[in-house]
């Protein structure tokens, strides 16, 4: 079972397109989180929210913007995106912030670009 | 930042064996957790193991913290078993509560 959610499950786009990722928690928590996992690879940290205010951005490109309206939901803002950007984007959510809390990740956007 | 290295990288099994899958840390690391993220992606958190045992039916997991390492145990593995094990955590020294993941176990449990 999950209380998080994202939309949508699949997105293809092409390069020169913008498009935005949804998340939603149901779980009442205060932290949200975006990872990115590519191929054979470790899944990779993006952002962190806590409470609505970015606390982390590791080195992400400019081409993927956070946004978090309010503690249950954020988006990932896509544009001009390069190939090498499709993955499996996963959404996850945690009660705290500063507690070592376990997360709870979403069913993930399928992106491919193209 | 730390380094987590899971072994082995892939296994396959027939259905009712045990496995074992372990997770190595290049530090200490707080926030150790255990993820199965089955064949359509969705990643379901197993267990929250700092240091000490869990189980929960067929799964258990023990963290030795001091050694840095956590071990996960499947018994009578089943079909629905198939997937993707990460174990995860955070160092000690960061305020984040983002996790570093290893690369993953690929578990094949055949009928």
């Known amino acids: 079972e999950t209380g998080v959610t994202q939309t949508p499950r699949h997105l293809v786009m092409g390069m020169t397109n913008k498009k935005s990722l949804k998340c939603e928690q149901h779980l009442g928590h205060n932290a949200m989180y975006w990872y990115k996992q590519s191929a054979k690879k470790p899944l990779e940290l993006m952002f962190v929210y806590s409470l609505e205010e970015r606390v982390e951005n590791n080195s992400v490109p400019s081409r993927f913007s956070p946004e978090c309206p309010n503690s249950s939901h954020l988006f990932l803002h896509l544009h001009t995106l390069q190939p090498e950007d499709s993955a499996l984007y996963l959404c996850?959510?945690?009660?705290?912030?500063?507690?070592?809390?376990?997360?709870?990740f979403g069913p993930g956007t399928r992106l491919l670009v193209l | 930042g730390i380094q987590v290295e899971q072994s082995p990288p892939d296994l396959i099994l027939q259905e009712g064996a045990n496995s074992t899958l372990r997770c190595n840390f290049s530090?200490?690391?707080?926030?150790l957790q255990w993820f199965h993220q089955n064949p359509w992606g969705q990643l379901i958190n197993l267990f929250y193991?700092?240091?000490g045992t869990k189980q929960n039916g067929r799964l258990s997991a023990t963290t030795v913290a001091t050694e840095r390492y956590s071990l996960l145990y499947i018994s009578s593995s089943q079909t629905t078993d198939s997937g993707v094990y990460f174990c995860a955590g955070s160092d000690s020294g960061g305020g984040a509560d983002g996790l570093t993941f290893g690369k993953g176990t690929h578990l094949i449990i055949q009928p």
């Open positions: 193991i700092p240091s």
């Open positions: 996850a959510s945690s009660q705290a912030y500063t507690i070592r809390e376990t997360q709870y």
């Open positions: 530090d200490s690391v707080n926030n």
